[in-house]
C-alpha cells in the first residue's frame, strides 16, 4: 500500500463519530497509551492511530478485553507486522538472487550447446 504525501487526519469528533464511540471513551484510550494524537495541539489522529485505535474499540467492544489487554494485543501485533514486513524483504531477496542463479545457469547451459 502507498504512502500519501498528504496525510489526513481526523479529528476527535470525526473519530467518535466513526467508531460510534463517546469522546470520554476516546480520552480513556489514550489515557493507556492505545493512541496518540498526531496533532495534540489540534487533537487530530493520523490513519495509523485511527487503525489502532479501531482495533482498540474492536477488542474491548467485541471481546470485553481490557486496556491493558488491549496494550499486549496491540503490541504484538505490531510486531508480528513487522516481523512480517521483514520476512517478505528477505524472500524477495531471495528470489531475486535466486532468478539471476538460474538466469547465469541457462546461460551457460546454452553456450555448452544445450
Same mark, same amino acid.
Given at each position: &500500500?502507498? @504512502?500519501?504525501?498528504?496525510?489526513?487526519?481526523?479529528?476527535? *469528533?470525526?473519530?467518535?463519530?466513526?467508531?460510534?464511540?463517546?469522546?470520554?471513551?476516546?480520552?480513556?484510550?489514550?489515557? @493507556?497509551?492505545?493512541?496518540?494524537?498526531? *496533532? =495534540? %495541539?489540534?487533537?487530530?489522529? *493520523?490513519?495509523?492511530?485511527? @487503525?489502532?485505535?479501531?482495533?482498540?474499540? %474492536?477488542?474491548?467492544?467485541?471481546?470485553?478485553?481490557? @486496556?491493558?489487554?488491549?496494550?499486549?494485543?496491540?503490541?504484538?501485533?505490531?510486531? &508480528?507486522?513487522?516481523?512480517?514486513?521483514?520476512?517478505?524483504?528477505?524472500?524477495?531477496?531471495?528470489?531475486?538472487?535466486?532468478?539471476?542463479?538460474?538466469? =547465469?545457469?541457462?546461460?551457460?547451459?546454452?553456450?555448452?550447446?544445450?
Amino acid at each position: &500500500m502507498g @504512502e500519501s504525501h498528504t496525510k489526513k487526519l481526523m479529528s476527535k *469528533d470525526e473519530v467518535s463519530k466513526s467508531l460510534k464511540i463517546r469522546v470520554k471513551d476516546l480520552k480513556a484510550f489514550e489515557e @493507556e497509551g492505545l493512541f496518540s494524537y498526531s *496533532d =495534540k %495541539a489540534r487533537k487530530k489522529i *493520523d490513519a495509523l492511530n485511527f @487503525e489502532r485505535l479501531k482495533v482498540a474499540v %474492536a477488542l474491548k467492544r467485541d471481546l470485553g478485553v481490557n @486496556e491493558a489487554g488491549i496494550g499486549v494485543i496491540l503490541q504484538m501485533r505490531e510486531r &508480528m507486522d513487522k516481523m512480517q514486513k521483514n520476512f517478505n524483504s528477505v524472500l524477495t531477496k531471495f528470489r531475486r538472487s535466486l532468478g539471476k542463479r538460474l538466469e =547465469k545457469n541457462f546461460k551457460d547451459l546454452e553456450k555448452l550447446g544445450w
